[in-house]
């Protein structure tokens, strides 16, 4: 009593508003704005899904202690996403990892990148069809690009529909080739 205390003496911290601290990359910083709504998932809470927004970015790159641009081979901005669902189980100090919807489609295909061929006649899919003789045969299917992530291809084509077997690895095949499944499905 009567001494100043040494260190930190309370935190005070609202649980009622909770926000992540987070960075954003450079080769990220021009797709996200405040505003966008985001994704949120902890270890703890499985494939659970809260959802945020992105609530703040800062407009310089992180500093060290002496003030200067952190050194790295990409700069990295600090931002904080508020999380706007009501009643989680989230707790001050679990680790998130979140995602940020850029863009979003509905009823719509996905491929991976290396599945859409093209040629003078445009982008198309090679997709395996039953050939009535318990066998597959590589049939061409006409699609137009449209959204893209780290991974997949936004598809839209006449002939397309849900359990088609596409051909992932298309190099060497034409269409027409009887072909064995070990093929991803469209879905």
């Known amino acids: 009593e009567g001494v100043p205390g040494s260190g930190l003496l309370f935190v005070i911290e609202n649980t009622d508003q909770l926000i992540v601290r987070t960075s954003i990359q450079e080769y990220d910083i021009t797709t996200l704005e405040v505003g966008m709504p985001v994704i949120i998932q902890t270890d703890a809470t499985g494939d659970a899904e809260y959802e945020g927004v992105i609530s703040s970015i800062s407009p310089t ?3 060290g202690a002496d003030g200067a641009t952190v050194a790295s081979s990409t700069a990295a901005f600090d931002a904080e996403v508020t999380v706007t669902s009501a009643d989680t189980p989230l707790r001050v100090g679990m680790n998130t990892q979140m995602t940020v919807v850029i863009d979003a489609v509905e009823d ?3 491929v991976p990148y290396n599945a ?3 040629d003078a006649a445009g982008d198309y899919i090679l997709v395996a069809r039953p050939d009535g003789a318990n066998g597959y045969t590589a049939e061409r299917v006409d699609v137009t690009t449209g959204l893209e992530t780290d991974f997949f291809l936004e598809i839209r084509g006449e002939g397309l529909a ?10 060497g095949i034409t269409a027409g080739q009887p072909v064995w499944l070990g093929v ?3 879905g």
């Open 61 to 63: 790159s992180q500093k």
């Open 108 to 110: 719509t295909f996905g």
């Open 116 to 118: 859409v061929l093209s």
């Open 162 to 171: 849900e359990g088609d077997y596409v051909i992932t690895e298309p190099e």
């Open 184 to 186: 991803g499905i469209i």
